[in-house]
C-alpha cells in the first residue's frame, strides 16, 4: 500500500499533523523510533501559555496565535490542561512596574480570552500566595495561564489518529528515504526487523534530529535554515510549603524561572536556555543548571532548597531555527517554519522547524493547507471544535465529572478517582471497566497504579516498556520510592 502521508516522529508536532490528515480521510502512518513523547515533548515546562516574556522580544504574533490557542485547547482537553494562577513578585532587579502593566494588559487583550481570568496585582503581604516567599516580596501581579500534561497531550493525539484510521509505529526508526518518481520509499527498522513503507508525501517532524533525519535522504542539504538546539533542563523538589500558585522568578539577566506546582506534592523549578550540540538523547542538566535554579528559588522563597530536595530532574532540547537575530539562547524565536521540497521526478518533502506545544494544533493545520496541493482531496480543518480522547467531560467540567464519577463508583477512594480523571477523562470508564473496588484492579505497584491500567496502557496506548508508563503515561514513578520503582518496573516488564 503507498500512503498519502508519512510522518517521521512521535513528538507532539508528528501526532498532531498525523491526527489532523487522518480525520481530513487521508491515509496516514506515523513512524516514532522510541516511545511517543520520548523526545522533547515530555521534558517541557509543561504549559500551555502564550508565553509573556515573548512580548519583549516584540513577537506578538506568536503570543496572539498562543493565546488563542490556550482558549481551544483547554476547550478540547480539560482533562489535562487546566487553568493555574502565576504569581510575579516584583523585585528590584527584575522589570519596572510600568513595563508589567503594559505586558500584562496586552497579555490579557491580545487572544480573544474567554474562560481564563485576566491578570491583577497582588498585595503579597495580604494575598495566600505571599505565604511561601520571602519576607521582602511585598507585592507584585497575577495572571493566569494553562498546565498540560505534555506527554499525555502527544499519546491522546495519537490516539485521535489511530481512531481515525492512521497506522502509528512506535519503537521504529526511519532509515533511508529514497524518491522513487510518485512516492517516497521509506526504510523501517522496528522490532519485526527491517522492512519498506510507500507514501506519497513525507513530513520530517524529528524535532532536534530533524537535521539527522535530514541527512538519512543522502545527498543535498534539506535545510536550508540553520536549526539552533537549545538545552532546558527541569528539577523537582517537594511541594514548596504553601505554594499552591505558580511563581515567576525574575533572575538579574532578564530571565525567568517558573516554580510551579506539580504532582499534588511536588514544585517543578526550571527552565534553563543553553545552546547544544551532539545527540539529543545524550542531553542532561548540568550540575552549573542546578545550581542555577536552586539559587534563584532561594532568593523568592523562605523555604531554603539543596541539592538534596531534587526528587527528579529532566532535561530537553529545543529544535528552534535560527532567526540569527540574537545571540541569546533564551531570546530565538519559538515559532515554527517549514521547508518544503518539491521537485520534478521528486515526491513532497515537508520540513517542521521550531515550534511549542502550545501551538501544535495551529502548526498541523498549517502543514495540510501547504502539503494540500501535493495530497488527495481531504476534508476541511477540523480540530478547533473536536475534543480530543477523554474530553468530553459534560456539564460542569472537570470538577463536575469528578464528583459524578465519585458517585458512580463510590467504594474507589475519591483521590484515586480524581487522579484517574485527570489522566483518562471520560475514557476512565474503559480503564476501570467493570471494577467495582480496589481488589478488582489486580495487582497494586505502588504510587496508585494497578495491574488493570498497565494492560489499558499497553492495549490502548502503545505502552512497551516500564518507562513509558511510569514516567510519560502516568507519572506514577515519581510517587513511588526507589526501591519501589524497581519492584514495579520488574513486574509491569513481565507483564508487557
Ligand atoms: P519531539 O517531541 O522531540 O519529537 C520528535 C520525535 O522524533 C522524537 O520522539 C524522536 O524520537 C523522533 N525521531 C527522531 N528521529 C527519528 C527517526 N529516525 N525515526 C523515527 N522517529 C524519530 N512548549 C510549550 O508550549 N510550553 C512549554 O511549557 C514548553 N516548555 C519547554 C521547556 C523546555 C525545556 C523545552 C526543551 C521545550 C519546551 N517547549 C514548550 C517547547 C516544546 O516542548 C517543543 O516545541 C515540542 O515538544 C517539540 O515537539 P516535536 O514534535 O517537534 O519534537
Not at 25 to 54: I, P, Q
Not at 265 to 279: A, H, Q, R, V
Amino acid at each position: 500500500m503507498t500512503y498519502d502521508l508519512a510522518v517521521v516522529g512521535g513528538g507532539i508536532n508528528g501526532v498532531g499533523i498525523a491526527a489532523d490528515a487522518a480525520g481530513r480521510g487521508l491515509s496516514v502512518l506515523l513512524v516514532e523510533m522510541g516511545d511517543l513523547a520520548s523526545g522533547t515533548s515530555s521534558h517541557s515546562s509543561k504549559l500551555v501559555h502564550g508565553g509573556l516574556r515573548y512580548l519583549e522580544h516584540y513577537e506578538f504574533r506568536l503570543v496572539r496565535k498562543a493565546l488563542q490557542e490556550r482558549e481551544v485547547l483547554f476547550a478540547n482537553a480539560p482533562h489535562i490542561i487546566w487553568p493555574l494562577r502565576f504569581v510575579l513578585p516584583q523585585v528590584p532587579a527584575g522589570r519596572p512596574w510600568l513595563l508589567l502593566r503594559a505586558g500584562l494588559f496586552l497579555y490579557d487583550h491580545l487572544g480573544n480570552r474567554r474562560r481564563i481570568p485576566g491578570s491583577r496585582s497582588v498585595d503579597l503581604t495580604r494575598d495566600d500566595a505571599g505565604r511561601p516567599l520571602r519576607r521582602d516580596l511585598t507585592s507584585g501581579f497575577a495572571y493566569w495561564d494553562c498546565h498540560v500534561d505534555d506527554a499525555r497531550l502527544v499519546v491522546l493525539n495519537a490516539r485521535a489518529a489511530a481512531d481515525k484510521g492512521a497506522a502509528i509505529e512506535t519503537r521504529t526508526r526511519v532509515g533511508s528515504m529514497v524518491a522513487d518518481d510518485a512516492a517516497w520509499r521509506i526504510t523501517l527498522k522496528g522490532p519485526g526487523g527491517t522492512r519498506e513503507a510507500r507514501a506519497r508525501v513525507l513530513v520530517n517532524a524529528a524535532g532536534p534530529w530533524v537535521q539527522e533525519v535530514a541527512d538519512s535522504f543522502g545527498g543535498q542539504p534539506h535545510i536550508r535554515e540553520p536549526l539552533r538546539l537549545v538545552k532546558g533542563s527541569h528539577i523537582v523538589v517537594p511541594r514548596i510549603k504553601g505554594a499552591q500558585d505558580a511563581y515567576v522568578c525574575q533572575s538579574g539577566d532578564g530571565r525567568v524561572v517558573f516554580a510551579i506546582p506539580y504532582e499534588r506534592c511536588f514544585t517543578l523549578i526550571g527552565t534553563t536556555d543553553i545552546p547544544f550540540s551532539g545527540d539529543p538523547a545524550d542531553a542532561a542538566i548540568g550540575e552549573d543548571e542546578e545550581d542555577y535554579l536552586l539559587d534563584l528559588a532561594n532568593r523568592y522563597f523562605a523555604q531554603p532548597l539543596t541539592r538534596a530536595d531534587i526528587v527528579w530532574r529532566y532535561t530537553g532540547v529545543r529544535p528552534l531555527y535560527d532567526d540569527n537575530k540574537s545571540a541569546n539562547a533564551s531570546a530565538v524565536s519559538r515559532d515554527y517554519r517549514f521547508e518544503l521540497e518539491v521537485g520534478p521526478g521528486r515526491p513532497p518533502l515537508l520540513t517542521v522547524l521550531g515550534g511549542k506545544l502550545t501551538t501544535y494544533r495551529r502548526l498541523a493545520e498549517a502543514a495540510l493547507a501547504r502539503l494540500a496541493p501535493h495530497l488527495p482531496p481531504m476534508g476541511p480543518p477540523w480540530t478547533a471544535n473536536a475534543t480530543l480522547p477523554g474530553g468530553d467531560l459534560g456539564e460542569g467540567g472537570l470538577r463536575a465529572f469528578v464528583q459524578r464519577l465519585c458517585k458512580s463508583r463510590p467504594a474507589f477512594d475519591a483521590e484515586f478517582l480524581d487522579r484517574l480523571a485527570r489522566r483518562y477523562g471520560s475514557l476512565v470508564d474503559e480503564v476501570l471497566g467493570d471494577a467495582e473496588r480496589d481488589s478488582d484492579l489486580g495487582a497494586a505497584y505502588g504510587g496508585g497504579l494497578t495491574e488493570r491500567e498497565v494492560c489499558y496502557l499497553m492495549e490502548r496506548e502503545w505502552a512497551c516498556e516500564p518507562d513509558d508508563v511510569l514516567w510519560r503515561r502516568t507519572k506514577c514513578g515519581l510517587h513511588m520510592m526507589a526501591d519501589e520503582r524497581r519492584a514495579a518496573a520488574e513486574k509491569i516488564a513481565k507483564l508487557l
